[in-house]
């Protein structure tokens, strides 16, 4: 069997890849690997075959690369069955403009239910499965391509940080140095300049007496009204002055109701006045009557 596919991956990035066996068992189709095994490429593989899925038990060996080239050889036992197969794969990078050319060169070796297949079923197959297996493994190449770039500059960065802080101790120390050479610069100077000058004692000079008050001399003024300002401010604020607050009557839901007794006397007075002018005006009209009917 042989089978050639080409990849825009350059042949660094396949080798790095195909060197490292936990990637390649992720480049595997099918492939389930067994939790409590050594090697990452010994599990189950599931071959789909002339419409027959067959399930084999075994593992796969990688050796290499020799020359650009990784050799691949497993064996299997069915999972169902008494079928075993057996595998020899040579992977050979070529480098090609734009790319690498893959080339697949292999023989397997079997029976049980693979050799029951039809003529062809199990060639296409493989193929099938070469195909999947390439494009997962460009997938992983770029991937570790990407983290490889990354680590560098990670790296890059760090040298850089690195470099920096050996400048700025370097600095600090510098710096260090010379303020100690300054400072005894300066208490040398001191040392000759209070050699030839007599200087008095502290004792000798004027201290000012301190005031028993802080606050004398500064005078205070209070001014006896409110300014204009602040009156009209406060009115503004509360609508009515405080004087006018204190003599005006309560209104709305607290003003005083008026007692029943003063309601009564106001409405009989109001009642008994015109009933009063009534009479008053009955009595005129009927003194004048009676005075017409006197002979």
Do not use: N
């Not at 027959?52 to 080239?69: A, C, K, S, V």
């Not at 690195?162 to 100690?180: F, H, I, P, R, T």
């Not at 005031?211 to 509360?238: K, N, Q, W, Y």
């Amino acid at each position: 069997m042989e089978h050639e596919v080409f990849v825009p991956v350059p042949v660094l990035a396949l080798l790095r890849t195909l060197g490292d066996p936990a990637r390649v068992a992720r480049c595997v189709p099918g492939l389930q690997q067994d939790a409590d095994a050594a090697s990452p490429l010994t599990g189950r593989l599931k071959l789909r075959a002339g419409g027959h899925t067959i399930t084999y038990r075994g593992e796969l060996l990688l050796t290499g690369p020799e020359r650009d080239r990784f050799s691949v050889t497993g064996k299997g036992v069915e999972a169902r069955g008494t079928g075993a197969v057996e595998l020899a794969l040579t992977i050979g990078l070529a480098a090609a403009d734009g790319g690498t050319t893959i080339a697949y060169s292999g023989t397997a070796d079997g029976d049980g239910r693979l050799v029951e297949l039809e003529e062809g079923a199990a060639l296409a197959a493989a193929h099938r499965l070469l195909d999947r297996f390439t494009q997962q493994l460009v997938t992983e190449s770029l991937a570790a391509r990407e983290e490889a770039d990354a680590g560098a500059e990670a790296d890059a960065d760090a040298d850089v940080d690195d470099a920096v802080a050996a400048e700025g101790l370097a600095g600090d120390e510098e710096g260090a140095v010379g303020a100690v050479g300054s400072g005894d610069e300066i208490r040398a100077d001191d040392a000759d300049g209070s050699a030839g000058d007599d200087p008095g004692s502290v004792y000798d000079s004027p201290v000012p007496s301190p005031s028993l008050d802080p606050v004398a001399g500064v005078e205070f003024t209070v001014p006896d009204e409110p300014p204009a300002e602040a009156a009209h401010a406060r009115r503004t604020m509360i609508g009515r002055s405080a004087e006018e607050v204190d003599h005006a009557p309560p209104r709305g839901r607290y003003a005083p109701v008026p007692s029943p007794e003063a309601g009564g006397a106001s409405t009989t007075l109001r009642w008994v006045a015109p009933a009063a002018a009534l009479a008053l005006a009955s009595a005129v009209v009927l003194g004048r009557a009676l005075r017409r009917r006197r002979p």
